[in-house]
Every structure is written in structure tokens, then in C-alpha cells.
């Protein structure tokens, strides 16, 4: 959905010119696509119920794309919104090496790095652009559009702040060596009991909880 809309939108730039009216059909078959996808994983997915940052995000973006599948309409402004799927690629990728216990490594230093960058690039800058045009076009909108959009656009910026400040203490800054205290010796990851061996410290699954 990522590289689509990317795509989309660098032959079609009107588009985020005039989110809301003018747009090709691919644009309107693509977001109906992405829109399948979200509902298939909320509905199929059993540990949905578990993580509630999945499900909140899939409902918002399911509520916000669907209504510019039926309305067509917005499309533009949809195309813009799916441009934050590329960033969950790279968090995806990020993912790789702590699965498969290969973190630290240059790996997942370049996939730490590449998700806060697009995380910044493609999350936060273009939530702040959406806002704000949401804001300024209100009166183009039916109000009840704009509470929806903005409980959407709200939602998913208060999520990527916790996951980007989870990413950056998580992998940056808890990565840093630190002078182990007198009497005690840690290696990162790792700390010591006594009688009882080491004991590992893991965080590899997917909530965002847990990043």
C-alpha cells in the first residue's frame, strides 16, 4: 500500500493537491485493496484482541478508508494516509534480527535507524500535514468527516510518538555501554541472579507495548 500510494502519487500529484475531489481508479482500487487487508487481519487475527494498539489503529483506518471507497471521494487525502505503510515496513524489518536473536548487529542498527527516519518522514510530517489541512478545509468537509478524520489522525500521531520514543530508547539510547556499578557486573540484555544463573531479557514480539 506504502509503495503504491508513493507511486500513485509521483505520477498523479494532483492528488494531494485536491485531496478530495479528481482521481484515477487505481487510486480508488488500491485503497479498496488496503481496506480489505485491515478488515481480513482485524477479523483473522487472534491476538487482536490482546493488543490494542492494532486494534485501535486497524478500526480508525478501516472507519476512515471505507468511507472514501463509498463515497469516493478523498482519495487523495486516503492516497497521503497510506504513505505511513512504509514506514511499517521498516518496522517490520526491524523486527528480523530481534527475532532471530541477531540484535545488536549492523542489521538491526540500519533497520533501527531507517525506522525512525521514515517514521519521522512519513508519520509524523505527513500527520501534521493532514492535520493541519483538515483544519484549514473544515468547511469542506461535513463535520461529521472531520470528527472522524480527526479522531483517525489523533489516534495514529499519538501512537507513532510512544512507538518512535520506544524505538529511540529501546535501541538507542538503552544500547549505549554504561560503567557497571561497584559490586555488580551486567552485560546489556543480560543481568545475574545469584544461585540462579543469567537470566536474558527479551522484547521480540510485535505490540507496540513491547517495543
Known sequence: SGAGALFGLSLYPQMAADPIHGHPRWALVLVAVSVGYFLADLLWNQTLGKTWDLL??????????STAVLSEHYMGFSMVSLLLELNSACLHLRK????????????????SWASLATLALFRLVLLGWMSLWLFRQGHQVPLALVTLGGIGL??????S????????????LQSRPHPASPGHE?????RTRRDDGPVTRDSSTLSLKDW
Open 96 to 111: 528480523l534480527p530481534l527475532l532471530s536473536r541477531q540484535a545488536p548487529s549492523l542489521a538491526f542498527s540500519v533497520t
Open 154 to 159: 489523533v489516534t495514529v500521531g499519538v501512537m
Open 186 to 190: 551486567k552485560t546489556r540484555g543480560t
Open 161 to 172: 510518538i510512544i512507538l518512535g520514543i520506544c524505538i529511540l530508547v529501546n535501541d538507542v
Open 56 to 65: 485501535c489503529h486497524h478500526l480508525v483506518v478501516v472507519s476512515c478508508l
